[in-house]
């Protein structure tokens, strides 16, 4: 009888190891702020309430720069993730390297091709075949200005370079820290793709688009790495290697006046409660309405065994189910990655990047984010990421970052 039982709670466990295999996802992400958290959360519950259960790997580092070398280690030593959190141009590399599965079928039963824009497709496949799952579309020319702090500056929005100044130089002498800034690479990029589009549409496009020496070596590209000098000017002492979401809380504290930052950091303010228009305020970086840089996190499938094969395609349902899409963009700051979600549930902030996406996409004004993967490959996209840290820490001069600029794509294309 003994043996009986022992026989048979060894087959039970089999039997449950089996399924958790087949119910469980692995997914690698660097999702780790509060803000992020909170959204990552409504996944995992999503996904639990269906009977899959989430093994975390979070790798913290916004932009992901940190993730993607764990990632590569996990798939050299043969064990790649379920799924992993992944931007533009990283995840057609990986579908170059034969890594990935295929969502196909889920993709056909599920209409996909119909309701995922385009710009977004783009990444989401690779010759002609789904190989992620879109979750959202961020975009980071934006400002987030502590609107107590713009209400004492005269509560005017800044229109062009000039009043973005006369705003700085105003919070200065209200004895806040201007701009809220943490001097990480991926960070001094985010705020170069606001710069460079301010520009004009046009130059940003050949600039980091079609990567034209012309573009990346010329006038336009000195001012807009003066116009990083200056903005560095209204950092504080202790910006270097400050984490995102900590430049957000300063912020959101009062602390400092504005966050030049994707809108990931209203993910922050929403976590701690604020409300866009009465906390906060939510504006396109000055001269860049109408235009938008954009970032699309999605959950790459990797090639894993066949036993995990429906949790993986049950996972890329879940994310692509419209009710899923609203529930998470909400507290993510992101807009849906599907162009048939209401817009309902969104706040101030969350209304106008579904809106300003949707137009900047029909007026052709919609352009991949240098800094966070969607408009070059990797190689590309670190050898910029390095010539704009070392310019804005005052290592080059802009003359000298704009030669360096021009030479140092021309070596990583
Ligand atoms: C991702 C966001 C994330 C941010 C900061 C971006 O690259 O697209 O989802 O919140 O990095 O970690």
Known sequence: MRKFLTTTAVALAMMAGAAQAAENVEVLHWWTSGGEAAALD????????????????????????????????????????????????????????????????????????????????????????????PVNVHSTNWMWINKAALDKAG?????????????????????????????????????FDAVVLSLGTDFYKSAFIDLDPAALGGDKMKTAFERMTKLRSYVDDNFSGRDWNLASAMVIEGKAGVQFMGDWAKGEFVKANKVPGTDFVCIR????????????????????????????????????????????????????????????????????????????????????????GHANPAAVKNAIYDVVTREFNGELSAEDAVKELAAAVEAAK
């Open 285 to 372: 970086y000055p001269e860049t309405q109408g235009a938008v840089t954009f970032n699309s996190d999605q959950f790459a499938m990797f090639k894993v065994a066949d036993d995990k094969i429906p949790a993986q395609m049950a996972m890329a349902s879940a994310i692509e189910s419209p009710v899923f899409q609203s529930a998470f963009n909400v507290v993510k700051g992101s807009a849906p990655a599907r162009t048939d979600v209401s817009n309902e549930a969104f706040d101030a902030c969350g209304k106008k990047a579904i809106a300003d996406l949707a137009d900047a996409d029909k007026n052709g004004k919609l352009f991949g984010s240098m800094a966070h």
């Open 155 to 191: 509560g005017k929005e800044p229109q062009n370079w000039d009043e973005l100044v006369a705003l700085l130089d105003n919070f200065k002498a209200q004895g806040i820290t201007p701009i809220a800034h943490g001097g990480q690479p991926w960070q001094d990029a985010t705020i």
């Open 42 to 133: 409504v996944l995992k519950k999503d996904l639990e309430g269906k009977g899959i259960s989430w093994t975390d790997m979070p790798v913290a580092g916004g932009g992901g720069t940190e993730a993607m070398t764990v990632l590569r280690a996990r798939v050299t030593a043969g064990n790649a993730p379920t799924a992993v959190q992944m931007l533009g141009f990283d995840i057609l590399d990986w579908a170059k390297e034969g890594a990935l599965g295929n969502l196909d079928e889920v993709a056909a039963k599920e209409g996909w091709d119909k309701v995922i824009p385009g710009a977004l497709q783009q990444f989401s496949k690779y010759d002609g075949h789904w190989i992620a799952a």
